[in-house]
């Protein structure tokens, strides 16, 4: 990965430290099984490949991307029997889901977060954080024209493209056309446009880009690590690791 290609993709390497036993490991569970999994497994592999042969805080290599096709509760649920599951904790754990019309949508990130989760929700859409790569989107969008906006964005160098939310093909698209780092920038712009916790109102927002951060900022990584120890040390005092 070329120097330039990585400033656009948004990837940061930071000072090298030595990580021959250490590394991040993410928990991320979706309640998509098919394109928002196989984009998020292709940029660790992308990051991964990335840190090989450096002393780069990396991702370890048994982290854990899955999709559940669940409803957010049942979702939640099955984060945490994962996680509880686990011999060795994870450093960071992710849900991943969408509002479109989920009426509960403010209770489904607070009983995340009680839980010791983090939330990349998207509202109304995960396409919304695609498109973000291309264009800022500040009024709202619901799924179907969020998909069409980003079809004619990509149509201008590939004129046959059509989305297809099954395709494994989004990262590498992403990869070689749109732009991360201005995509990080046009989400960060769009959450400071609300200043409340209603985040069901928060239209059109997406918090994926903090999860975008975490995976490819190796400064953020390295934060990471640091608060990792006294975090999971307090996850397993209040139970959520057996």
Known sequence: MG???QSRRGFS???SVDTREIAIRFLIVSEDTKS???YFKALIKEVQAACSGSEIVPIAKDSVVQGCGMSTTRLLEEAKSIRAKRQIPFDRCWLVFDKDDFSDFNRAIREATDAGFEVAW??????LWYLLHFRYQNTAIPRDKCTKALEAEIQKCKP????DKGSSSM???LAELGDQSQAIKNAERLQNNYQDTDYSRHNPCTYVYQLIKEITD???????LQKSKSHNTDLHKEGFYT
């Not at 998207?122 to 396409?127: A, I, P, V």
């Not at 190796?218 to 990471?224: Q, T, W, Y």
């Open 160 to 163: 046959s493209f059509r989305y």
């Open 122 to 127: 998207s509202n109304e859409s995960f396409e």
């Open 171 to 173: 990262h590498s698209i």
């Open 3 to 5: 120097r330039d290609n």
């Open 13 to 15: 390497r930071g000072r």
């Open 218 to 224: 190796s400064d953020e990584r390295k934060n990471i």
């Open 36 to 38: 928002s999994t196989d």
